[in-house]
């Protein structure tokens, strides 16, 4: 009979067929998967975290704030510059920027000069106009008018002398031409003072 080969260790292929096998990778396929099992359990618990919502713990209520020229119409209005001429130091002083209106009583018809500082809407001109209100030009300016008045920007009345400046000579113009037709609406008007009487005077807030 023929004799069987030879077993060599330097040739597997050499090796009987019931010796032959193949090892389970160590770092390899196997692991892939684990990382993947990694990320599924993290996207799950990232996923199941509560969407935490804080009610406050104190429910402010809505509050209506009034500026007092809720019942009035706004006749006028532009920005400009306002001064003050101040006695004492024998000076014009500015007062302030903003918005200058000429408002009209829905009910009594009177009018009133209202003009806030831009920004903090703090009050710097409140009178009302009457006929006896008169602009004067400021010298050496066309865009710019001047007139005594007693003012209650201040939350008392004060005798004041009052310049307010306009961006151009137009805007100046037609300023004064409303305020004379507000002059000329209070004709009518039974009382011919100067201001107001005492607890009439305008409303500053």
């Given at each position: 009979?023929?004799?069987?080969?030879?077993?060599?260790?330097?040739?597997?292929?050499?090796?009987?067929?019931?010796?032959?096998?193949?090892?389970?990778?160590?770092?390899?396929?196997?692991?892939?998967?684990?990382?993947?099992?990694?990320?599924?359990?993290?996207?799950?618990?990232?996923?199941?975290?509560?969407?935490?919502?804080f009610?406050?713990?104190?429910?402010?209520?809505?509050?209506?704030?009034?500026?007092?020229?809720?019942?009035?119409?706004?006749e006028?209005?532009?920005?400009?510059?306002?001064?003050?001429?101040?006695?004492?130091?024998?000076?014009?002083?500015?007062?302030?920027?903003?918005?200058?209106?000429i408002?009209?009583?829905?009910?009594?018809?009177?009018?009133?000069?209202l003009?806030?500082?831009?920004?903090?809407?703090?009050?710097?001109?409140?009178?009302?106009?009457?006929?006896?209100?008169?602009?004067?030009?400021?010298?050496?300016?066309?865009?710019?008018?001047?007139?005594?008045?007693?003012?209650?920007?201040?939350?008392?009345?004060?005798?004041?002398?009052?310049?307010?400046?306009?961006?151009?000579?137009?805007?100046?113009?037609?300023?004064?031409?409303?305020?004379?037709?507000?002059?000329?609406?209070?004709?009518?008007?039974?009382?011919?003072?100067?201001?107001?009487?005492?607890?009439?005077?305008?409303?500053?807030?």
């Amino acid at each position: 009979p023929a004799a069987a080969p030879a077993f060599s260790f330097g040739d597997p292929s050499a090796a009987p067929a019931a010796f032959k096998f193949e090892a389970a990778p160590v770092f390899g396929a196997a692991a892939p998967k684990a990382e993947e099992e990694d990320d599924t359990a993290a996207e799950a618990n990232l996923s199941a975290e509560p969407n935490v919502h804080f009610e406050p713990l104190v429910q402010l209520p809505e509050v209506e704030v009034k500026t007092n020229e809720e019942d009035e119409d706004v006749e006028y209005k532009q920005k400009a510059k306002l001064f003050r001429f101040d006695k004492d130091a024998n000076m014009w002083k500015e007062r302030g920027s903003g918005e200058v209106k000429i408002l009209k009583h829905k009910e009594t018809g009177r009018y009133r000069l209202l003009m806030r500082r831009e920004k903090t809407l703090k009050i710097c001109a409140n009178h009302h106009i009457t006929f006896q209100l008169e602009l004067t030009p400021n010298a050496g300016s066309d865009r710019s008018w001047v007139w005594s008045v007693n003012d209650f920007a201040e939350g008392e009345l004060k005798s004041e002398v009052l310049a307010i400046r306009f961006a151009n000579s137009e805007i100046a113009g037609q300023f004064k031409a409303d305020f004379d037709k507000a002059r000329e609406a209070m004709k009518s008007c039974e009382t011919k003072a100067d201001e107001a009487p005492a607890g009439d005077a305008p409303k500053t807030e």
